[in-house]
């Protein structure tokens, strides 16, 4: 059961939710119980005058201990359920031991569903931040630089505080093109700031230099907004123009020198084989080499002609074993740390020879992620991820094609041919896998 409390009676230990858009809170979910007195300040800082809190689930202690809420109307409350109800039920039966891990697969099911849900909203809600960013570019500059410092600034928010993060897959495809790469090159170039100890400023700028990487293509036909091998001279001069043209864009946003360069330098290289300036590493800063290489990554999965796409295990491969003189070598180490030998995404086969595709991975213990198994009897959508940091006899053996799957594997693991990447708390991620495992 809910109520409302007023925020000046907030208390730690209380379990809150905050009925906020994901931008509009710098917490990384919006229902949870608060721990420390930090927390009530930012939640004050919000200006809310009421919010809603669970009494059930908070862990007060009597003295700090609130009144009961007045219940909001709901079937919770109803005479069937009221708890005077409940005192005179019947006992329930005593469960077989069959009956309570049936129990707690389901209730570790709807955790993990939830936070795939979860995962799903903040990118569709940050997707539609970075087009109403996009919209204003030319209209009204300065807004567009508002939406998307407020963008980058809502990311932050989610990522600074302490704690692993796991890269995790969406499981749909995830917006249009241009959105879902601007996305991608974004939350993976700020995952490796926040590796390579980037400090706050550092990573704003980074931050927003790679949601609007690419924002000059705004002035390209679309034909034009893509490399293609049929380019003539002309075309690829043209196509190459877009980062001239973003640096003007960026100029009449506002945006920060830090962020200009990012927008600048995102093409060129550290052999000085890149564009426009063919400015070498020691010439290219740093936010700059951390979007040239996650630009490059993504447009190896995720090409305009997507029969073209490598898949993240190979990209990975690719750009170690053959552009290794372009980026920077302990970025990129860095990068295939944080990444994994086997990024999300990936189709895999176990040490079981059991087929899975890679859902998430916490970049401290790579070669462990949590991954989807092939089941044939059990349905997908009942189906738990299995967190391999858990099972220290079971790896991962090779990362396959799909082609290289069996049909009735790879219609059950669904690999999508746009991949989209998102990322959360990574004990969060691996929770209901470790309790599953542990039954």
């Not at 539609?128 to 960013?133: D, L, N, T, V």
């Not at 692993?164 to 790469?181: K, P, W, Y």
């Not at 993976?188 to 926040?194: A, D, F, T, V």
Request: proline share 7%.
């Amino acid at each position: 059961m809910s109520g409302r409390i007023d925020v000046e009676e907030l208390r730690v230990g209380m379990f809150i939710h905050l009925d906020l858009g994901w931008m509009s809170h710098p917490f990384p979910v919006g229902s949870f119980r608060i721990t420390h007195a930090q927390q009530i300040d930012k939640i004050r800082g919000l200006g809310l005058k009421q919010l809603r809190w669970s009494p059930e689930k908070s862990e007060l202690t009597a003295p700090q201990r609130a009144a009961d809420p007045t219940p909001e109307t709901s079937p919770e409350t109803s005479p069937e359920t009221s708890p005077a109800a409940a005192a005179h039920a019947p006992a329930p039966a005593a469960e077989t031991p069959a009956q309570a891990a049936e129990r707690q697969r389901r209730t570790l099911l709807v955790a993990q569903r939830a936070s795939a849900e979860l995962c799903q909203k903040q990118f569709d809600e940050a997707g539609m931040a970075w087009r109403s960013a996009q919209d204003w570019v030319v209209a009204r500059p300065e807004q567009a630089r508002k939406d998307s410092e407020g963008l980058a600034r809502a990311l932050l928010d989610k990522m600074l505080p302490d704690g692993d993060m796991c890269i995790r897959l969406l499981t749909c495809n995830a917006g249009d093109g241009a959105s879902a790469h601007a996305m991608n090159v974004a939350v993976i170039s700020l995952l490796m700031g926040r590796v390579l100890g980037l400090d706050e400023e550092e990573m704003l700028d980074l931050g927003i230099g790679a949601l609007m990487h690419d924002v000059g293509k705004i002035d390209l036909p679309e034909r034009l907004r893509h490399v293609h091998e049929r380019f003539g001279k002309e075309d690829l001069a043209a196509y190459r123009d877009h980062v001239a043209h973003g640096v003007m864009h960026g100029k009449r946003m506002g945006l920060t020198p830090g962020a200009l360069h990012v927008l600048a330098q995102h093409h060129e290289l550290a052999d000085g084989s890149g564009f426009p300036l063919r400015l070498k590493i020691d010439r290219v800063c740093v936010a700059a080499r951390i979007v040239a290489l996650v630009n490059r990554y993504d447009n190896m999965c995720n090409p305009p002609v997507l029969t073209q796409a490598h898949t993240p295990h190979e990209a990975l491969s690719l750009l170690f074993a053959q552009a290794k003189s372009q980026f920077d070598a302990g970025m990129l180490n860095a990068f295939i740390r944080m990444m994994g030998v086997y990024p999300a995404g990936s189709v895999v086969q176990l040490t079981d020879d059991r087929f899975a595709l890679v859902m998430s991975v916490n970049s401290t213990r790579p070669l462990k992620p949590n991954v989807l198994v092939h089941d044939p009897k059990l349905p997908r959508e009942e189906a738990l991820h299995l967190n391999l940091m858990s099972t220290p006899d079971l790896g991962i053996r090779r990362s396959l094609k799909p082609a290289q799957v069996p049909a009735a594997a790879l219609d059950y693991l669904a690999p999508r041919p746009r991949v989209a990447y998102f990322f959360e708390a990574a004990r969060t991620a691996a929770a209901p896998q470790d309790e599953a495992l542990s039954a």
